[in-house]
């Protein structure tokens, strides 16, 4: 089994650090109003097929109860 060096292990997880290519505050900013974007889309969508499936039960209902 390998042995745990503490101070390599540090070192090496400084390494991997400098590597990351960090997003600008610009391009957070960016995806975050897409993501808002985004959800209010899909949330309207589903809205929508909601109430479509409610009126199609919703007919059906009053369809086999006459």
């Known amino acids: ?5 503490p101070g390599q ?3 090496q997880v400084r ?3 400098a590597k990351v290519v960090w997003p600008t505050g610009r ?3 960016l995806t975050a109003v897409m993501v808002v974007i985004m959800t209010t889309l899909l949330g309207v ?3 929508g ?3 479509l499936f409610g009126f199609v039960m919703k ?3 009053d369809l086999v109860a006459g």
């Open 1 to 5: 089994m390998a042995k745990f060096n």
């Open 9 to 11: 292990f540090v070192n």
């Open 15 to 17: 390494a991997e650090t």
């Open 27 to 29: 391009e957070t900013a």
């Open 45 to 47: 969508f589903f809205f």
């Open 49 to 51: 097929v909601d109430r």
């Open 59 to 61: 007919a059906l209902v």
